[in-house]
């Protein structure tokens, strides 16, 4: 199978997103110049182009593409090309209305914007499978083509007729007979039973509180159905470019796609990253997304699809990046795996709805300090890049997660609306990077032998044989952390019996979960040496558990608050930061896994990938880190020996003296 | 007619809803057993088990509750038998789409929750009336059932089609000619004026505000619609068991149907109530909605249909109990005039939309804590009930409540929108409760003269027969408090020449009303002695008025804040909690009204109900009560003579020690 | 052409709206004699009659109208008559549902409230303009007729089918053709490219951000479709009565309608005005609206068609007014330019959604304080009205204020949802209030020539003749302070090279705006010798620019923050207010704009309008002013010399002590 590889071809790939359809001709040639000035080596080409490609049904307009693509080829720049069909032309739903999404109230989702198309509707599945494969069949031989980048974000949910239709196709399939599917569902429970296979919907709408499985399944049917859409394009260019990976691109830590079915159908994995940069924690966003989408490639290099140059405009008040930060950012993703560095989009829009999202190329132009950074990016991409392209990152400690379970436990009706998975995995992850300790992300049915210490924030929903895992996991000696109210139901989101998985309770010291206690806003409970949040437990421990700290006054008295039965911990609150970092990097220890450097100031990152180790300082002042041995700085060129130092949002990419040409392992 | 007595036959009911069609049936014998040991005397079936029941038009599956119903017969519980027309199946919505409710924006509400119905279609009462007449046909002799249960918690609102020609047969009725309802509209304003009957709709989404009058009508109507859906099922099952109660369960001061209206056609008054664990006002709310309740039912018993063991799920976060608040919140109902105490629902849900809200038997099974307090209480119950069962409540003070001027009050265009008739039920209700006066619940056109005391809390709307009611209540010897912004309207929402009735006027002693003064969240008036929040008033007093309060700095400096003239007083502000208690004790002794014990500790509830004098204690620490006399305390079976010690969460029933068997009057 | 002078007739009209419709006829004669009492000598008559007028289709109820007509004018009060087109009857909804707007989600507006009408529905216009006439015809000739009064408050929007027909019709006369407007809406982007007129919508609910110029010209269409519906009736009664003036009214600072178009077609330009009498900053708003109808009206008189005697009933908590203040706003309104004081309403209704909503005459009746003040009022406009009625205010500093640029800067996807125009208005208007400058408005591409200095809080959008105008003003000698993010786009929304037009840039002195730094709620910006709140910007200074402020620390360190090109400024930030009151009374102090009176107390607005002064004292305190030479105080008749005392929302009219009866320039 073609990967990465195949388009990076050694190199880092640095470029965006290209939408030259917003300018003039003139101004192709000007962003070819600029382009090559900045060390630009690859653009993505038309994410939204089918109105301009087809502008009337069956129509077709390549001229001014083939104008482009050989243009890019000219100046050195590789091309990812996009399927358009994220965007339908507005005469698609003109001529076709069924192809507009409705929401849960029965609301249209009209063109305008961009997205507005109903996954199941057969007309558009047509019309996007023939501007497709036309697309495959005249781009397939060109030699500017290095990838193909399916649609963008899928994210669109729909309520309607034609989804309510594929939606009872896959629940037959899913469950074969109505028995099965009532028994599923419970719907025995408020006299949900359904007796004909027409008379069920998609979960609209209602006077309270929906059916929870139903909502499950219409997340997982949304996901598949999407994924139907994807795996028809993919399987058209794949059918011309046999030798070109596929892609397309998640949006990080996005909860309407299964990043771990999806990313088995990708050649490549790619991601959209935009931490705020005024947030003191958007390193640790980004390490956390960085993380995922690594694990989601199988621990290989990853494509970094788009990420901004300055401001996006889509939050409330939308921050620039101080300088240096676009740099650091990058070479974090760089240091955590990805072998593409790219942006949307190369020239800032001057109209439109994103003409406040900066570009690389800004609207204060060449002179901006924007555009001053992005080319000194570009060269030490290019300088550095291919020294680093195609190693691996490994890491010893796994985060377990998993798409159902953050379906199945962000419902309604819940113990506590506090509670949120994506949440529970930044704060457990945070204190994993706080703690230098360099971790990757599993579904808690993978293998997980290769890890020495494996952690739970939160997974409310865990299958049979996630559960088996699990204990065979500490059976054969390793370290598992688990966090509160993890275990509670089954695939079906059916509690179980006694609150918990009974092989949970008995892995992890809990006789009985007599009840869940979640905390208010601004409530505490003490745990004697840390503070605990936004839940707490009332539990019996069993005989043989350990209990490593108790709560102290309120109603839990004197209960657990962590229980250790051997290698197997339980937490039954959301320690604070620091209690939680050092919680986890005690484990740790205990387990033999160590960061890649010890004394590691407070700011800085440092992670290897292949034989290189990366020095990240996330800080505006000075630091200086000890590093035992005799390196060379790569960006620098200069000796490193004993002690690197780093200034604001420095970076170090140290190589051991030794000097030795390594061989990375491909993916 | 028929009274809860002939259900409980001297005992109290414990139990709660069971919905068994959610296990499979070697489930219902352990529950049977479970029952037996938790003292459980009564479990209410069938609340949504229309899909079941029907599975398709015209069907009927009865032979699980036959056998149901005879395993409960079989281990001595009684059967309040549901009819589940609640929950209409898939196939209706399906089959007769004008059937399902719309909101007033045209938005469908969808099956696939519960109260999907459109009280007014035709097909939806149909089809009730149907299965509730095969449903009481059949079990009509059985000797399991001792009461009826129609429909759940009615309170479903619909602006669509069906909706709008009851509506206009509805005003048709009340208003005779059109002239009539113009009139009353005040559909001069703003050129609403209707010139046929069809040209009426309900209150749906407008450009702007709404008429207050046709807002206030649709909300009339809405109850009554679904008054006529209860009187239909009611008056078949009462054809068929003439012999025993009927009811349906009121949700806890509930807007959306008219409380007093409703429960004149009930035999049995029973209610929801769910106040919140960590609320450190959930007892008073408590002893609001019960002394609400007992109101409605004429002051003699009524049912604590539903209540939670543990926490709900419908909160943002959802408390447990803590150890002993069931048992306490309990025995407050029962102090309160309750004759049955009652839970949703015996065993927790695994599936569906509620599963995170406890049951008597819960997730964490026979050894939970839960189940364990649930056993306790019902061995109390058992042993203690027979002696109270039956006896009344005598409440001195009335707190006049109506449902009208709650429906007129709470609208848009309004001087406040923070003044809110349930908040000031509380506050007022709070300040007698903290004051240790027994309270009871009138209407203001019901009869005063059993009560020492009167007071209005807030009534914004007065009939001409009210306020004849509350002058000549006055007048004949009676103590009457009124708050703020009451009389200002008439029946139809018409304001008051004076903005206040004039005979309220010159009764309270206020010569003119200038101008309404609402205060913003953060800000108060000093009114001397006390702080005001919320509202003030500019008024003039009239020559024989006494000013007990004046305000004191800002817009209204030196105007009256309370007046009085002779017994009649009016408090033109809401007074911070103590002063209120303050006040209305003052009031109270002044007029005859005493609490039932003197120098009751902060926190501890007194109630004589029949010849038992009830103590309750809300707080967590130890509290000595004196109790001039000789006592025995019925729960311990120990005597009690001058003191009695309540620790945390404690209740006493002192019987004197005199100890002649009394007889209660029955209903 | 008439002007408001044909209505007032040397005198200040005193009164205000009055609905009598509302009342049996018995109550008219007591309003006549009261309005005669109080001093009324206009009323506002028929804006929401239609449903009265024509009961039915086509038919005619105009009795009550004649009657009421003549009971006006036989009590010396004069009628301005309102076409009822603004609250259809019921029936025109019901027989062509296609008068009633759709908002963006395609939910119907129905009636039952008020402005129920799609403004491009030909029934709706086709009705609209009969009864139009009909009333025009019958009452041309009556006495008491003095001006027609267009509908009420203009803000209807639709997003429905008529609607959308009308906008491509209006998008056709913009554009031309489908090139053109794809080419201004940058359609480009995200593939929204237009093939056929017919595929064009408004800009419904859609999946994501929509197309920001479709927006655009949909306000735009907007403004122009109402304008239609009012140049349809005005043409209409104009060619009745064309000696009579001709008004619609405004909402204050009102973003649905282009106030300088729509102005120009007006005989009076007229304003409802309601600030809140809580609001320490009420006569600043009050003082703002006043100067912009002003403007509107070309510096000549206006008409105060609406306020509120009292409270409003529309905020979420209202105010009375404190005595006083009714006096002390009206006269400031006269200060400002306005020859009429009126109010919304004569009696306080006693039914409908505006019961509480005060009136001239409230619930209190005749005894009540407001209607006394009233009273008082009256009395001083008719003593001193004609002395002041007709002159000019004359401004020599203008505010720039533009519709489009509001419309265009009010979106989403901007770099700070906080930015908002009109708040930023009324920050400068506010600075320059504090400053005591007498202010106007005007448009980008007014003739400036007439000011000594010319402020633009913020004006994102700029056409190509705004910006030469600007710098012509400059060159001219003219003093321009710019506030930030202005000039950014086009006419078309179109982002300007360099991120700000270079004309500007180049005037101003910036050579490159590198990034916009929009701050958040609680940040700020240390500017030395100010603090900057909102936004901030990483400018480069041009080599011939000022710095009159940097920032200080923070990664805008060292940069400039105000800069100063000869005689324009450049503001880069919002100034804490104090601040932004010395910069401006800096500039305009060397610009040689001064002032009417130096030294005045904080609270006290001094305006001259004619020859007379006015001082208006906003404090609750007393205050001495200092006024250099003799003087006649009109209201007390008494002469003042070198100071002049104010108490409590005090009121001075300064005549000089020479007193010759001035000639006041008509409009």
């Known amino acids: 199978m073609p990967s990465l590889h195949d388009s990076t071809r050694g190199r880092i790939l640095f470029g965006g997103d290209y939408n030259p359809e917003q300018w003039p001709e003139e101004v192709w040639a000007q962003d070819a110049r600029l382009m090559r000035e900045a060390g630009v080596n690859s653009v993505t080409l038309g994410v939204f182009s089918w109105a301009r490609l087809e502008p009337r049904p069956g129509a077709r307009e390549f001229g001014w593409l083939d104008r482009l693509m050989d243009l890019m080829h000219g100046h050195g720049v590789g091309v990812v090309l996009a399927t358009p069909t994220s ?26 914007s961009r997205q507005h198309f109903a996954h199941s509707s057969a007309a ?13 069949a005249r781009y397939a031989r060109h030699p500017a083509l290095t990838m193909w980048h399916i649609n963008n974000e899928y994210c669109t949910y729909d309520w309607g007729e034609t989804a309510a239709t594929a939606f009872r196709r896959w629940l037959r399939a899913r469950y074969g007979t109505l028995d099965a599917l009532n028994s599923a569902w419970g719907s025995a429970f408020w006299g949900q039973r359904y007796d004909a296979w027409e008379e069920i919907l998609p979960p609209r709408r209602a006077h309270y509180m929906k059916n929870p499985t139903q909502v499950l399944d219409f997340k997982r049917f949304t996901s598949d159905a999407l994924l139907e859409c994807y795996l028809a394009e993919r399987d058209i260019v794949r059918a011309h470019t046999p030798h070109l990976p596929v892609t397309t691109n998640f949006m990080p830590l996005w909860q309407g796609q299964d990043g771990w079915k999806w990313a088995g159908e990708e050649d490549v994995v790619s991601v959209d990253l935009y931490p705020d940069p005024r947030d003191p924690l958007g390193a640790r966003h980004g ?81 901006g300090r924007v555009f001053q950074e992005v080319k000194r990016l570009g060269a030490e991409l290019a300088r550095v890049g291919p020294r680093v392209s195609g190693a691996r990152v490994t890491a010893e400690v796994a985060v377990l997660h998993d798409w159902d379970s953050w ?19 930044g704060a457990w992850h945070a204190a994993l990077w706080e703690a230098h300790l360099t971790t990757g992300f599993a579904h808690p049915e993978h293998d997980l032998s290769a890890y020495g210490m494996v952690v739970v ?141 010890d004394g590691l100031p407070r700011g800085v990152e ?62």
Not at 87 to 112: C, I, K, N, S
Not at 312 to 332: E, F, M
Not at 407 to 424: E, N, V, Y
């Open 87 to 112: 965007a339908p032309p507005p005469w698609l739903g003109r001529l076709h209305p069924e192809t507009l999404p409705r929401d849960e109230d029965g609301q249209v989702e009209w063109w305008g």
């Open 457 to 597: 924030p939160h997974l409310y929903l865990l299958t049979d044989p996630a559960i088996d895992n699990l204990v065979a996991y500490v059976r054969r000696g390793g370290t598992l952390v688990c966090g509160f109210f993890t275990g509670v139901a089954d695939g079906d989101d059916r509690v179980r019996p006694g609150g918990m998985d009974a092989r949970l309770r008995e892995l992890l010291g809990i006789r009985t979960v007599h009840e869940w206690w979640p905390l208010e806003d601004e409530e505490s409970v003490d745990c004697g040496e840390f503070t605990g949040t936004l839940w707490s437990e009332e539990l019996t421990a069993g005989d043989d558990a350990g209990v490593e700290a108790r709560y102290r006054g309120g109603e839990l008295d004197g209960l657990p608050a962590v229980l250790r039965r051997g290698r197997a911990w339980y937490v039954s609150t959301l320690p604070e930061p620091a209690a939680l970092r050092d919680l986890l990097a005690r484990a740790a220890k205990q387990a033999g896994v160590r960061p890649p450097l």
């Open 606 to 667: 440092a992670v290897r990938r292949g034989d290189l180790l990366f020095l990240l300082h996330h800080g505006r002042g000075e630091v200086s880190v000890a590093v035992p041995g005799r390196y060379r700085e790569l960006l620098s060129g200069e000796p490193a020996e004993g002690t690197v130092a780093l200034g604001r949002y420095g970076v170090a990419v140290l190589e051991e003296a030794s000097g030795r040409p390594h061989r990375f392992e491909g993916r």
């Open 287 to 367: 390490a956390l997304v960085q993380d995922l989408t690594r694990s989601q490639a199988g621990g290989g290099p990853w494509m970094l699809m788009e990420q901004a140059a300055g401001p996006v405009n889509w939050r409330g008040v939308n921050h620039p990046k101080p300088a240096g930060l676009n740099r650091l950012w990058s070479w974090q993703a760089v240091a955590r795996g990805a072998d593409a560095v790219c942006y949307f989009q190369w020239r800032q829009s001057r109209q439109g709805a994103e003409k406040f999202h900066s570009g690389m190329l800004g609207h204060a132009g060449e002179e």
């Open 124 to 136: 558009y599945r047509r019309f996007a499978a023939a501007i497709t494969k036309d697309l495959a």
């Open 407 to 425: 379906w199945a436990g962000q419902q309604d009706g819940r113990p506590s609306a506090r509670l949120d998975h994506a949440q529970m995995l």
